[in-house]
């Protein structure tokens, strides 16, 4: 499946919340996640790649955007800040609890946040994971084990207080 030969409007639609998402976990600011959408897509279609099938295709997608967010942080001007709260505050959850959840992920260590984010929102398995931040396995079980950990105690004494 070659990109030009798709319909690359239907493969944005489709993709751009997601990645929207790992650049807003990485970087806590829609305008930087807004920038990662942006050159996410710009290198798809600059790219003459062929992809085996759709799942090819979202994976390469994904470790373009996860690759992105590591460029940006290096820039010169990555500066700028959107608070959680704002931008929490634009997000409809289906839960009340949800945005509770949602800010206590968000408040994780980037590498916990990261992995917590591709395996619960994006449903990837440890093994895609590992292959999109060009980790190792026992790594990402490892960062998704605490992370579980941190959400589960901080979760659990905010319960023990009501």
């Known amino acids: 499946m070659r990109v030009l030969d798709t319909n690359i409007e239907g493969i944005y639609i489709k993709y751009r919340d997601r990645v929207f998402a790992v650049g807003f976990n990485y970087f806590r600011n829609s ?3 807004d920038d990662v959408v942006q050159e996410t897509f710009l290198k798809l279609l600059r790219s003459n790649k062929d992809f085996e099938s759709e799942e090819h295709l979202r994976n390469w997608i994904m ?3 996860v ?3 590591k ?3 290096l820039s010169n001007w990555f500066k700028r800040r959107e608070s959680l709260e704002e931008y929490a505050d634009k997000l409809i959850f ?3 609890g949800d945005r509770d959840i949602f800010d206590k992920v968000m408040r994780l ?3 916990y946040r990261q992995v ?3 395996f619960y929102y994006e449903g990837y398995s440890v093994k895609e994971i590992a292959g999109i931040l060009g980790i190792r396995e026992t ?3 490892t960062r998704l084990s605490r992370a579980r950990k941190k959400l589960k105690d901080q979760l659990k004494g905010e319960w023990e207080d009501e």
């Open 31 to 33: 305008m930087d996640a």
């Open 63 to 65: 470790k373009v955007a």
């Open 67 to 69: 690759n992105e967010c």
């Open 71 to 73: 460029r940006v942080t």
């Open 94 to 96: 289906e839960e009340v």
């Open 109 to 111: 260590p980037k590498n």
């Open 116 to 118: 917590t984010h591709l």
């Open 139 to 141: 790594t990402v079980t």
